[in-house]
């Protein structure tokens, strides 16, 4: 990416300013990548630890697969997942909050025992996999804006730093002999003039 500019002292102080922007925003915005990074492989680390007590649970409770069968179908439903935002380096994130279950109402009397601890049981599962989604979306909301970063990161460090560099090197070189040239030519001139006195002086 080329840099636009022009030979004077505006463009000049314009890329000054510019460049003085982005050298002091490069240190902040690693900061915020290798943050992002982190808090990236929290949720999925998170996200898999969720997973396996998932499945460590459903393998738990596999000796009871005969009784699921006595179970009511459509007994519990998630009726609702309540999520707050929270903010991470400037990210807004989803964070579970609460699920909401409707229960319909069952016969304790006529019902196997076994019933509300089922009940209770399909509510730790559900919200362990609810959470665990959660947790990897998070994670994809968070990789995304950690490679944007990254590619701010790269463009300024990579790109435009050296190249406001380089714009400003060349101006004030232009300037310096455009300078020098006025300089010379004055000192051409006066010589002249100093030439000229002396000869109407003889």
């Known amino acids: 990416m080329a840099i636009k500019f022009q030979y004077n002292k505006t463009s000049l102080n314009e890329l000054g300013k510019q460049l003085k922007v982005r050298t002091r925003a490069l240190p902040t915005l690693k900061n915020k990548e ?8 929290k949720a999925k680390k998170r996200s898999d630890e969720l ?10 409770y ?21 999520l707050e935002t929270a903010k991470f380096a400037g990210v807004k994130i989803p964070e579970l909050r609460n699920v909401i279950y409707e229960v319909k109402e ?5 019902k196997p025992m076994w019933y509300s601890d089922g009940v209770q049981i399909l509510k730790d ?9 959660i947790c990897s979306e998070k994670s994809r909301i968070l990789d995304w804006s950690r490679k944007k970063t990254t590619q701010k990161v790269n463009l300024y460090e ?30 051409i001139v006066k010589t ?11």
Not at 51 to 60: C, G, V
């Open 34 to 41: 290798a943050a992002l990074r982190l808090e990236v492989k």
């Open 51 to 60: 997973l396996e007590e998932l499945a460590s649970s459903l393998e738990k």
């Open 62 to 82: 596999r000796y009871m697969s005969g009784l699921w069968n006595e179970f009511e179908p459509g007994l519990i439903t998630v009726k609702d997942v309540e």
């Open 106 to 110: 069952f016969d304790l009397f006529r």
């Open 125 to 133: 599962l559900a919200r362990l996999g609810i959470e665990s989604e």
């Open 158 to 187: 990579k790109v435009q730093i050296p190249g406001y560099h380089e714009a400003i090197l060349k101006i004030k070189r232009y300037l310096e002999d455009e300078e020098n040239l006025s300089k010379a030519s004055q000192k």
């Open 192 to 202: 002249r003039h100093n030439l000229e006195e002396e000869e109407e002086a003889l």
